[in-house]
């Protein structure tokens, strides 16, 4: 099972129509976020996304967004190095951060 950060609050997205099923997506994931099924990418476990950025980065049909370095888990692992930089939850996302300061 994959780590968890903070449940639906990952910025990552999938357009499965432009999605070639090539699987460098699902090979690339450090989290085994994708998984091809039918010749195309799904995300699997959004959940376990780290937003590294590596699936966007290596996709050749520019089917995947994410927001690599500014989401909670860049926040998170800013905190725990004492390195100033909150997690980007907040009102406008629609969700509420649940870390502690």
């Known amino acids: 099972m994959a780590l968890r950060y903070l449940a639906n609050v990952v910025t990552l997205q999938l357009d499965e129509a432009a999605c070639v099923g090539c699987g460098r997506c699902a090979e690339v994931c450090p989290h085994a ?12 476990d959004r959940d376990a ?8 980065r290596n996709c050749p049909v520019a089917a995947i967004s994410v927001d690599a370095g500014v ?3 860049t926040g998170l692992l800013n905190r ?12 406008e996302r629609g969700n509420e951060c649940t870390t502690t300061k």
């Not at 976020?33 to 699997?44: E, K, P, Y």
């Not at 996304?49 to 966007?56: H, K, P, S, T």
């Not at 725990?80 to 009102?91: T, V």
């Open 49 to 56: 996304c780290m937003e590294c950025g590596a699936c966007a």
């Open 80 to 91: 725990a190095l004492g390195r100033k930089g909150d997690c980007c939850c907040s009102e």
């Open 71 to 73: 989401g909670c888990a």
């Open 33 to 44: 976020v994708f998984a091809i099924q039918d010749r195309r990418a799904r995300i699997v």
